[in-house]
């Protein structure tokens, strides 16, 4: 697996980089060669940092993470569980996209005020056709409250997002 770790308003010592390439070293049980790891540190103010890990694997796959503390070093410790607990979880779903061997091993961010009316974030992504199911187990892994797919029964563009009492609700477009 490649590791590639980014620092935004943030100098990551050579301590935190070794640390970090150690944590994440078992991970590549999980994962073929070619699968890539990201990981950005920032710093969230004066004394908030914050660490988004994001796993890309077997073509557009994508397993994603973000936490947020006053230290770096907790960071790790809250984000690598939290990624291992989502491969565990949907294991199932994505058990022909890692190592086989690996599954048989399986045993609140503080908000910037941002103008309501001000585009800050622009994203592209291509949309793949799958069932509502897929999709929010897709939401799920990374780690999102919303995901637009192609929704293959219906050939439509569709949304599914999580509700605040915990539920999903879908978006069905009509255009």
Same mark, same amino acid.
């Given at each position: ?14 301590? #935190? ?13 999980? =994962? ?6 990201? @990981?950005?540190?920032k ?12 796993? =890309?694997?077997?073509?557009? %796959? ?8 006053? %230290?770096?070093?907790? %960071? @790790? ?14 294991? +199932? ?11 048989? !091993? @399986? ?5 910037? !005020? ?9 994203? +592209?992504?291509? #949309? ?7 999709? @929010?187990?897709?939401m ?8 637009? =797919?192609? %929704? /293959?029964? +219906? ?10 009492d915990?539920?999903? /609700? #879908? ?5």
């Amino acid at each position: 697996m490649k590791l590639e770790i980014i620092s935004k308003n943030y100098k990551a010592s050579d301590h #935190l980089k070794s640390v970090i390439e150690g944590k994440v070293e078992k991970f590549s049980r999980y =994962f073929d060669d070619d699968a890539k790891m990201k @990981i950005a540190l920032k710093q969230i103010g004066k004394e908030k940092y914050g660490m988004e890990v994001t796993i =890309f694997f077997a073509g557009n %796959n994508i397993v994603r993470s973000e936490v947020i503390s006053d %230290n770096m070093y907790n %960071n @790790i410790d809250l984000a690598l569980p939290k990624i291992e607990g989502q491969i565990r979880k949907y294991r +199932t779903k994505l058990g022909k996209k890692i190592k086989q061997s690996a599954i048989d !091993e @399986i045993p609140a961010p503080e908000k910037q !005020e941002v103008p309501a009316d001000k585009i800050v974030r622009t994203k +592209t992504f291509s #949309l793949h056709k799958m069932t509502v199911e897929e999709a @929010i187990a897709e939401m799920d892994l990374v780690d999102h409250t919303f995901f637009v =797919f192609l %929704n /293959g029964e +219906t050939g439509m563009v569709n949304v599914v997002y999580r509700r605040a009492d915990g539920g999903c /609700g #879908l978006l069905d477009l009509v255009y």
